[in-house]
């Protein structure tokens, strides 16, 4: 409006700088003489001129509009704030002009009152300001928006901005923006009203809109701030929500957004929901491969089923859980299928539907592209691949595909893609995979405190190794890689009272044939209850075990081929000198063992899992010496023989689950289990010193003792960071646990993965079968964050409540200690963890 103004106000000048000599009722032409430019220095005036579309030369007629139509151009081109055209003399039939310009104040800097920094830094981002731009009111109107939009997306509904222009004495024609917000206060919605619905519980429709909450003291993931965008967004969700029950007619009528106090909002939506629907006859033409009957079952959908579109699309096209039409058809060949759903009428409100199906023909897989992979050797993404050339096309296929290389911890899940080209004219279709690839390796010096002491670490974990190219000089940039080998390096250290060497390889397909990974371990652990790690001082009080071994894990196909099979071969030296923490205190022992593992693993991801599932058989087992030794009564054996060939079996059963709770997938919750046994071949011989369960702490370093010890450690958060706090001293043969996470990620980046939880979670150990009773544990809740940073591994932080009294065999028992956690007074417990696996059964 006012740039009309503005610019009927510059043409009634113009007309009355023409009035003198002209005769405005017969106009006459003329011939356009030396045109002059004024007020514009700093402009091509030729330039001006050709925009103006004024040349010496040209005719013109006046009056006309050939001098409103040049100020009209000049105007357009938002550089000036006046534009004038005037007479200067005629001679004969020349006439002479000017142009008289007014060139607009431009901006050379601004600033803001009433915001922080780190706002006045994101508003920068979302404004278009920057010195030189010319000024306009429009961009006076779109900043001051800008800014309001800004603030009321953080809930600041009352939020005023403006602008106050001041001249800036130090440039010529420029201006300073100063942007003075009021942002007031945060505004919360206090009420919540949806009216006019009777068929749908109003709960259900609040849970509809994701953004829009009303404030209640319960809400934590979500907010109940108002923005007027995810309103607008939520008003729509609404209404689908309203068609998904049937009410397909169902309209929103009005709402209004009113303010209740200074710091609440109230919103009332007015709904009419009209009739409900109902799905009628369902007929299907075209479908040659599958009978009708199957495909009425597949669909999921009858007559007299309430009305819901979005449940029909799903069901035809996609649906979570691949039970869908399509999937049917593509899952076997038919990459061109089509289905074209047809309403055909309504009778009664029941809505009949004809679906028109295209089958197409069955197409096979051509060639399949590898794509993005820098760093790690095409034939280890080959041999994930569950389709190859001359295959019938199964999307099902792809989609497990994708899964196999994401388990590989090579690629970043987000990024990864399948694409599809078609190929109509002979009837196959090339696969492009498209990967990226994120840093596997490891390099881990860090320093953990558990058991009251500080354990330094020092690791290096390659996780796509090459021993193929280990004598190449040109593959070490800075190591051979790519083949999907893992080669580990640890140490760990307190000092003289503790260390600890690991190494391990793995090659995953060994043969190169079928992915049958065979891996070989060795280790040492030695601890000193002197402070002396030189067994020769014959003063030396400690422990140490080595050992090695070897194992080969096979992928099963039946039940299915999630399954896998690991057997293990392995030895440990136990060499025990006046160390009084265990049965023997003085000896050696040797631990000869097999072991085998079933698992189930149909996880989507390693590192943030957000579906699919993981269960865990484990049976561990020495030789029976004691069913070949002829000796029945092993009363008058000293402790020393009775371990020197060390013999037990062990039974474990785990499990864990992840099932997303929203559409994202990314709220994320994760129930597990696990339970335990640890038996002796002879009862008269008795339990095995080693190999038994350890529960309480982290599990970041066991507490030293419990890792030397040779005990499995098993965490239990909130009950101290010693591992043996719920168990006795030497740690107990039978162990139940059970624990469920709410997840929900703050950043999915690869570079640096991190979410945050809440825990819930009881365990406890048992020394003896008859005293097994999987109802007595202990509990306990907590908060935590979990870090994953590809070159250091992942990073836990967790604080933990105990809610129950501990045992009397246990470790950490304290009469005093139990008194304050049954009246609520004990403190939590930090606990700090490094490792996705330790500190689980």
Known sequence: ?????????????????????????????????????????????????LIAGLR?????????????????????????????????????????????????????RFKFNGVTKKEADKIRE????????????????????KVEHFFKDKGYYLVKANIVRKVDTLMSNSEIFIINVDKGEKMKIAELNIVG??????????????DTKQKAFWRFFKRSKFMDVAYKRDKLALTNKLQEEGLRDAEIVSDSVYIIDEKHLGVDIKIDEGEKYYFGNITWVGNAKYRTGYLDTVLGIKYGDV????????????????????????????????????????????????????????????????????KTNEHVIRRELRMKPGDLFNRNDIIRTQRELMQLGYFDQEKMDFIPIPNPQDGTVDIEVVVNEKSSDQIELSGGYGANTLILTAGLSFNNFSVQNFFDKSAWSPLPTGDGQRLSLRAQTNGMFYQAYSFSFTEPWLGGKKPNALSFWMNNNSYSLSGNLSRADKDYQGISITGLGVGLQRRKKIPDDYFTAYYELGYKYYDVRNYNLLAISNGYSNNIYAQYVLSRNSIDAPIYPRSGSRLTFTAKASLPYSMFDGV????????????????????????????????????????RFGIGFMGAYSQSKGLSPFDRFSLGGSGLTGGVNAQVNGTEIISLRGYGTTSTVVSSTIADPMIAKYSV??????????????WVYGFAEAGNTYTALDRFNP?????????????????????????????????????????????????????GVFQFTIGTNIGDL
């Open 632 to 671: 029945d009564d092993y009363s008058s054996y000293s402790q020393q023989d009775l371990v020197k060939f060390n013999e037990f079996y062990k039974l474990k059963m785990t499990g864990e689950w992840y099932l997303p709770l929203t559409t994202d997938k990314k709220l994320v919750l994760a129930p």
């Open 126 to 145: 979302e404004i278009d300001l920057f010195s030189g731009k010319n000024i306009t009111e429009n961009l006076i109107f779109q900043t001051e928006n």
């Open 307 to 374: 009305y819901n579109k979005t449940l029909l699309e799903q069901r035809l096209f996609q649906s979570m859980e691949s039970r869908d039409i399509t999937s049917l058809y593509m899952d076997r060949g038919h990459l061109f299928f089509q289905i074209i759903p047809i309403e055909k009428g309504v009778v009664d409100n029941h809505i009949n539907y004809e679906l028109r199906i295209i089958e197409g023909k069955e197409a096979t897989i051509g060639d399949i592209f590898i794509k993005g992979n820098f």
């Open 741 to 754: 996470e709410l997840r929900y990620p703050i950043s999915l980046n690869p570079s640096a993965m991190f």
């Open 56 to 108: 010496q030369g040209d005719k013109i007629t006046i009056p006309g509009d050939d001098i409103s139509n040049a100020i009209k151009k000049l105007w357009n081109e938002g550089l000036f704030s006046n534009v004038e055209i005037v007479k200067e003399k005629v001679i004969g039939d020349v006439i002479y002009l000017s142009i008289i310009l007014q060139p607009r104040a431009k901006l050379s």
């Open 775 to 827: 109802f007595n544990v202990k509990r306990s809740v907590g908060l935590g964050l979990n870090v994953n940073i590809p070159m250091i591994g992942m990073l836990g932080f967790s604080y933990g409540w105990g809610l129950d009294a501990l045992d009397p065999h246990s470790d950490g028992y304290r009469k005093g200690n139990d008194i304050l956690r049954a009246n609520g007074q004990m403190p």
């Open 197 to 210: 619905v009777e068929t749908v519980k109003e709960a259900k429709l609040r849970r509809a809109m994701k």
């Open 1 to 49: 409006m006012h740039k009309l103004v503005t610019l009927l106000f510059t043409l009634a000048v113009v007309f009355t700088s023409f009035g003198q000599d002209i005769d405005y009722k017969n106009p006459k032409e003329y011939e356009i003489g030396p045109v002059n430019v004024l007020g514009a220095d700093n402009f091509d005036h030729t330039a001006i001129k």
